[in-house]
């Protein structure tokens, strides 16, 4: 007979992964599941915490536009439904860049997933986005989908919904080694071991020292990020009349984004960095880059029409992320019943809502029949594609 003390399941990390595989396992069933967080949950020390974020179907892979159409058609409504408020505020959204760069890879895959976006001429553009400078030689592209996630308020929801379905939190507690290849499976932590029929691994850049085969597939790096108050009235930087952007460049790491006022003052902006460094998340996350502000300021001051009046905050995020930026959402090879959900820092909390779904079909029934994570399998997997 298995130990009286075996949880059905146990999530490792309270991110937004980790928070939406709660919610959908406690709606397919699971009794008493638990959570564990080395930290408090919407602590800074990963990549869920943060008033807003871009939920945009712009993909240079179909396979993900594909995806993020589902989840905005079925899960960020289910999740909306639980919470009792609204999360998604739609927002005009804009990719542009060079048209001879990467840009022109994001209107193939939008094309070929037949999403809601339009190629807008620099003309019309200006004229329609008269906040933002576009250079004559860039591609525009309009998604039509594009949102503004109030990323705070989603956490908070998700753990309000999972809390009153049963859900127990271990927090400030932290996972030293897991072991699947006992049945039940080993989680020893720092304040005694736990037992589960199953495990969900949600760890952000944690999920390298817990799972081998992913130490040299993850990369953390940690962003900078800063809020800056535009000239003008304040109402012409709310969510529904400012854009949602990004602009794509020629050069590595020449990826910029940006989101209305939010919950927090000053317009958001921030840099899509993955190549070039690794950093430690055991390291404290400390104060911002100055210089990479300083960096930022400069990118204002080229693409908004409008002067830069001040900083009026800063902020840091750790993201994890795979060389291809594809998610991880496998089983472990050596347990089906130990599922990983990894790599989704920069662009996955979009998907967040749907991400937990499928890992919690994995983790309950060894499979998710989504037609969308089926077709996606190979970028999922442990090993991921070529990078």
Not at 280 to 302: K, M, Q, V, W
Not at 340 to 365: D, N, Q, T, Y
């Amino acid at each position: 007979m298995p130990p009286h003390n075996v949880r059905s399941l146990v999530v490792v990390g309270g991110g937004i992964n980790g928070l939406a595989a709660l919610f959908h396992a406690l709606r397919l069933g699971a009794k008493g599941p638990l959570l564990v967080d080395r930290f408090q949950l919407g602590h800074d020390r990963a990549s869920s915490h943060g008033p807003s974020r871009i939920a945009r179907s712009m993909y240079p892979h179909a396979g993900y536009v594909r995806l993020m159409r589902a989840t905005f058609a079925e899960e960020w409504p289910r999740l909306e439904r639980a919470a009792g408020e609204p999360l998604l505020f739609r927002s005009p959204g804009l990719f542009y860049g060079p048209a001879a760069g990467p840009i022109a890879a994001y209107a193939k895959g939008v094309r070929e997933a037949g999403a809601e976006v339009d190629v807008l001429d620099v003309a019309t553009a200006r004229t329609l986005f008269p906040m933002l400078r576009f250079e004559e030689d860039e591609l525009v592209l309009h998604d039509r989908t594009a949102a503004l996630i109030a990323a705070a308020r989603t956490l908070r929801a998700l753990e309000r919904s999972t809390r009153a379905s049963g859900a127990e939190f271990q927090l400030g507690t932290r996972v030293l080694a897991i072991d699947p290849s006992r049945d039940p499976i080993r989680i020893e932590t720092d304040r005694g071991e736990l037992l589960a029929e199953r495990v969900i691994l949600t760890a952000g850049p944690w999920a390298r020292a817990l799972v081998p085969e992913l130490a040299t597939r993850l990369l953390a790096i940690r962003q900078n990020l800063a809020y800056f108050e535009l000239e003008g009235a304040r109402d012409e930087f709310r969510v529904g009349r400012f854009p949602v952007f990004a602009r794509i460049g020629l050069d590595e790491n020449d990826f910029y984004y940006g989101l209305p006022e939010f919950d927090h003052p000053g317009v958001k902006l921030a840099q899509h960095v993955t190549r070039g460094r690794t950093d430690d998340p055991d390291s404290s996350p400390g104060t911002y880059d100055e210089d990479a502000i300083e960096d930022l300021r400069a990118f204002a001051i080229r693409a908004f029409v409008r002067p830069v009046r001040g900083l009026a905050g800063a902020d840091t995020c750790m993201y994890t992320c795979t060389p291809t930026e594809d998610f991880v959402l496998a089983p472990h090879p050596a347990n089906r019943r130990f599922v990983i959900g990894s790599g989704c820092s920069g662009h996955g909390f979009k998907f967040g809502p749907m991400l937990g779904r499928i890992l919690a079909e994995l983790a309950l029934f060894g499979d998710s029949k989504l037609p969308e994570y089926r077709a996606l399998q190979t970028e999922f997997s442990l090993a991921g594609r070529s990078a």
